[in-house]
């Protein structure tokens, strides 16, 4: 039983480390942008949008659908850039095992 024992110790480490990890990313961000930079957004480690920049050139009335493709297109890149860095910190501590998304 003492194997037991030291899986649940390894468990109980690696939920603290993910928790650790999880508060940390929180606070980073990643940027993502379309249309050549024309449109600029930025999410945190925990999915959060906290800015959108939009290049005034592109603020034309008559364009308007052009520009909402263009900023969907750099929220869902941010967006996937955001869970790609989760998941590469949440692998680097689970040590490559084939645990299903968390996030």
Same mark, same amino acid.
């Given at each position: ?15 603290? *480390? ?7 990313? @929180?606070?980073? %961000?990643?940027?993502?942008? $379309?249309?050549?930079? =024309? ?25 308007? *659908? ?7 297109? @750099?929220?869902? %890149?941010?967006?996937?850039? $955001?869970?790609?860095? =989760? ?17």
């Amino acid at each position: 039983m003492k194997g037991m024992g030291d899986i649940m110790k390894k468990a109980q480490k690696m939920k603290e *480390e993910l928790d650790r990890v999880q508060k940390e990313l @929180a606070s980073r %961000e990643v940027e993502a942008s $379309s249309g050549g930079g =024309m449109v600029s957004v930025t999410v945190t480690g925990a999915r959060e949008v906290t800015s959108i920049a939009i290049d005034p050139s592109v603020i034309d009335p008559d364009e308007r *659908e052009m520009l909402q493709d263009l900023i969907l297109a @750099a929220v869902n %890149e941010a967006m996937r850039k $955001s869970t790609e860095m =989760m998941q590469e910190e949440t692998s680097r501590i689970m040590g490559g095992l084939p645990i299903p998304d968390l996030f």
